[in-house]
């Protein structure tokens, strides 16, 4: 099993500012995944972040939008740029060991 | 692209009825996993069902997966308030192992 948290929880920000939301994992594990789930709709995936290499992004994500670091093979940051109100959502941080588990999420309000 | 549609999008029912949510696709899965979330958390897997035909049961729930591995549905039984929540199917992909994910069932069970 693993244990997920995230933080910020939740966060209001202006457009056009940018927010980092941390991941972090109670053991070690090899993918880490952020999605994203839109008020009232189901949970699309942003990018896949191994540790030592460049997150592959899904099509419609790119990296100047949503940059991410992985320095370790405990912890995650996925960045928000440029934030505009279409960027509200809820962020979730994912692994995968056997099972897929998943973070209790970063909801994200962009005025 | 592999596409999940989901069914019903909101269920609102009283305690002690019965109800089923389908997931249906016209793209072949490797297996298709439930999963359920409540406010404010991440999803929590329920199931994986991963040969055609499959059916699992956990306590009052149901799951199938069909015959062609295409779709599936959940059943539960005499639904309890406390089987509120949104309910996602998520199919495994044949390539990478991504997770394919519906558009979620929001299920209310009124006492």
């Known amino acids: 099993s693993a244990v997920i948290s995230q933080k910020p929880s939740r966060d209001i920000c202006q457009r056009g500012t940018s927010l980092t939301i941390q991941c972090q994992v109670d053991?070690?594990?090899?993918?880490m995944f952020w999605y994203r789930q839109q008020p009232g709709q189901s949970l699309t995936l942003i990018a896949t972040?191994?540790?030592?290499?460049?997150?592959?992004?899904e099509s419609g994500f790119v990296i100047d939008k949503f940059p991410i670091s992985r320095p370790n093979l405990t912890f995650s940051t996925l960045t928000v740029s440029n934030m505009s109100p279409e960027d509200s959502s809820i962020y979730l941080c994912?692994?995968?060991?056997?099972?897929?588990?998943f973070g209790p999420g970063t909801r994200l309000t962009v005025t | 692209t592999q596409l999940l549609e989901q069914s019903p999008q909101f269920l609102s029912i009283q305690e002690g009825e019965n109800l089923t949510v389908y997931c249906n696709s016209s793209s072949v899965f490797s297996s298709l996993q439930w999963y359920r979330q409540e406010p404010g958390e991440g999803p929590v897997l329920l199931v994986t069902v991963v040969t055609g035909g499959e059916v699992k049961k956990l306590k009052r729930l149901t799951f199938q997966f069909g015959d062609a591995r295409k779709d599936s549905s959940l059943h539960i039984t005499a639904a309890q308030p406390g089987d509120t929540g949104l309910y996602l199917c998520a199919g495994v992909n044949n390539q990478g192992g991504k997770l394919i994910f519906g558009q979620g069932t929001e299920l209310s069970v009124k006492p």
């Open positions: 994912s692994v995968r060991t056997g099972e897929q588990y």
């Open positions: 053991s070690q594990v090899t993918m």
């Open positions: 972040a191994n540790q030592g290499s460049e997150a592959t992004y």
